[in-house]
């Protein structure tokens, strides 16, 4: 592996800008191997060296993998200047990292979202290629009819002509459904129903390939992914 800087290796890691690593470094913070190093420019081999940061070592992550349960009237944006975004939720010592989200899902839309500074991860979570199921739960402001889950299972139709890939809706009864789809067109499942003249009340995501939000994870809490959780996705 290539080496960095201890600076830029400090602040990545644990969620510091890099003048606060720096100063840190030069106050004697900072140790390579057990030895004190106040150079912030020092280069480190973050797989080989140990390194240790305020009396805490400092543990190498190449990439990081966060899900939310996302509440609503948060926006999922990296950064907005009107409203909270899901990365103002995401735990203090993360937000150093370059972290984006991974998909998009309305403001008033609730559940499963994934927060990473993987670039080739989040394009192959996104691709259409990757046909990565995708499952909701929706109330409605109407009842369905057997023959819109024929219709989402061929794939419905919009307004605006295009025809959406092959979904599965599931009447869970009171105007209750789910909805499995491997596609995510703007508004999709909102426009999906517009079209049999339904309304969608409420949208919630519960599972991203094999990922399924946990049911002890609070609205407006995050964890990191292990590995086994990473690839159920896929």
Partial sequence: MEKQRIDKFISNQIGISRSKARTGIKMGKASVNGFTQKDFSYQINPEIDRINYDGNEVLYEKFVYIMLNKPSGV???????????????????????????VGRLDKDTTG????????????????????????????????????????FKEGIVLADGYKCKPAILEDLKERKVRIIITEGKYHQIKRMFGVAGLGVNRLHRERIGGLRLPDNLSVGESVKLNKTEIKSIF
């Fill in 75 to 101: 926006i999922s944006a990296s950064t907005d200047g009107k409203h909270k975004t899901v990365l103002d939720l995401v735990s203090g010592d993360l937000r150093g990292r370059n972290l984006s989200v």
């Fill in 112 to 151: 499963l979202i994934i927060i990473t500074d993987d670039g080739d991860f989040a394009h192959k979570c996104i691709s259409p290629k990757s046909e990565i199921e995708k499952s909701y739960i929706a109330e409605l402001d109407g009842d369905i009819k057997a023959s819109l889950i024929e219709e």
